[in-house]
Nanobody
């Protein structure tokens, strides 16, 4: 059973930065993609950023140029660096990974952007 442990998040002012980290453990097989989803109150969950084992990245349009996702394959960790934060980035962020076509999720961490 793969477990994901997240850290980071919290409160930031508009224009500020936050970093989310996530570490996966317990996988007996290779982890393919890792990334982050978010869900704001009253809104659908959306994929924020995703990175494959080969380093291919995808971002939702609203965070392109502001967020950067990276991973350490040896440690099975993924980091989301969030810069130039906006109030609309406020949401619960959840780390995910997939291994052998099974999705695993972290417990979620709150990001609040407010002055």
């Amino acid at each position: 059973q793969v477990q994901l442990v997240e850290s980071g998040g919290g409160l930031a002012q508009p224009g500020g930065s936050l970093k989310l980290s996530c570490a996966a453990s317990g996988s007996r097989f290779s982890i393919n993609a890792m990334g982050w989803y978010r869900q704001a109150p009253g809104k659908q969950r959306e994929l924020v950023a995703r990175i494959t084992g080969g380093g291919v990245t995808n971002y939702t349009d609203s965070v392109k140029g502001r967020f950067t996702i990276s991973r350490d394959n040896a440690k099975n960790t993924v980091v989301l660096q969030m810069n130039s934060l906006k109030p609309e980035d406020t949401a619960a962020y959840s780390c995910f990974c997939d291994s052998l076509f099974v999705m695993y999720w972290g417990q979620g961490t709150q990001v609040t952007v407010s002055s």
